[in-house]
């Protein structure tokens, strides 16, 4: 090695001038090009992309979409006459009407679909009337529970000489009332529950029952009650009528060990987010494994409240 840079150095010399002045001036020229290049970068700021506002952006356009996608499958239900309790009273806008020859504008206004207004204007056209108010409950796509947030606003004018609000209407009307079937309600483990329980127990329509059993998989099974809130469709109002008749077995829920589970197993939980992941799957490979569920909070990867909600989620296999 060393006899060949004494012969490049002899060769060097034994050229003119002016070659040797271009041979300095561009070794210079290389020389200058690496240090710009080892220095360049020290001199450029890093960014980082920040994937926060992204994200969120997608959180709230899936929530949308979701909430179209759930007014669209309420419209179906609804003009088919299968709206329950729930659900009616959300839907309708009732005041006081007659239904004979009502515009087609009173009918959208009281929460009625096209569909359903149709089908009322075909059964005038072929010369069908409202006479007593039960009458408008036969109209097929009008659901049970429709024609009972309606008919208290029901005023059909009379055709004859004794009015509809009379006494003797009025004792027939109370004792229709106390005739009419109150659901019945039972108790159910809603971590073994299948759709037909939720169905005939707790009186769910079929679509959200369903719901309700997607999101105990997504979870890995509900840890107390009150998560049914949780559920898109699943409101206050119908949470008052079912607490009272629903259990959660805590045994059947399935853990996940902080230790074991991959990125995507971690992500697929409702409760954590996309930079959760990713702070528990660094912290883990940074200090070797989790030896206690609270160092979540003590290093500040979770909030108290958050940790709260997902501790009966999460285990612990202790790492090696």
Aim: proline share 4%; aromatic share 12%; net charge positive.
């Amino acid at each position: 090695m060393l006899k060949k840079l004494r012969q490049l150095f002899r060769a060097f010399f034994t050229l003119n001038k002016g070659e040797q002045r271009a041979i300095i001036i561009v070794l210079f020229l290389v020389l200058l090009v690496t240090l710009v290049n080892l220095m360049l970068p020290g001199f450029i700021p890093r960014s980082t992309t920040d994937f926060s506002k992204f994200i969120s952006d997608i959180e709230v356009f899936r929530q949308e979409q979701q909430s179209i996608f759930d007014s669209v499958q309420i419209e179906r239900l609804q003009s088919r006459g299968e709206l329950d309790l729930v659900l009616a009273r959300q839907k309708l806008r009732p005041f006081k009407f007659d239904p004979n020859d009502l515009p087609e504008e009173l009918w959208k206004q009281l929460g009625l679909t096209a569909k359903q207004i149709k089908v009322i204007k075909n059964y005038e056209s072929k010369g069908g009337s409202f006479i007593r108010k039960e009458d408008f409950k036969r109209i097929y796509c009008i659901s049970d529970a429709e024609y009972q947030v309606l008919e208290p606003y029901i005023k059909i004018k009379s055709r004859f000489k004794t009015m509809t609000d009379s006494p003797l209407e009025e004792t027939r009307i109370r004792a229709y009332k106390s005739r009419r079937k109150k659901p019945v309600y039972k108790i159910v483990e809603l971590n073994t529950s299948d759709t037909s329980e939720l169905v005939n127990s707790l009186n769910l329509p079929l679509w959200l029952a369903k719901r309700l059993i997607n999101y105990r998989e997504l979870l890995g099974g509900y840890s107390y009650a009150n998560q049914l809130s949780e559920v898109y469709g699943f409101d206050s109002n119908r949470m008052k009528i079912v607490h009272n008749y629903v259990v959660v077995d805590p045994t059947q829920v399935r853990k996940l060990d902080l230790n074991q589970s991959s990125f995507k197993e971690l992500l697929r939980h409702p409760y954590i987010s996309y930079e959760i992941t990713k702070e528990i799957v660094n912290y883990r490979f940074e200090r070797g494994g989790f030896s206690s569920l609270d160092e979540l909070v003590d290093h500040e990867l979770i909030s108290e409240s958050l940790f709260i909600k997902l501790k009966p989620y999460l285990s612990i296999d202790e790492p090696n």
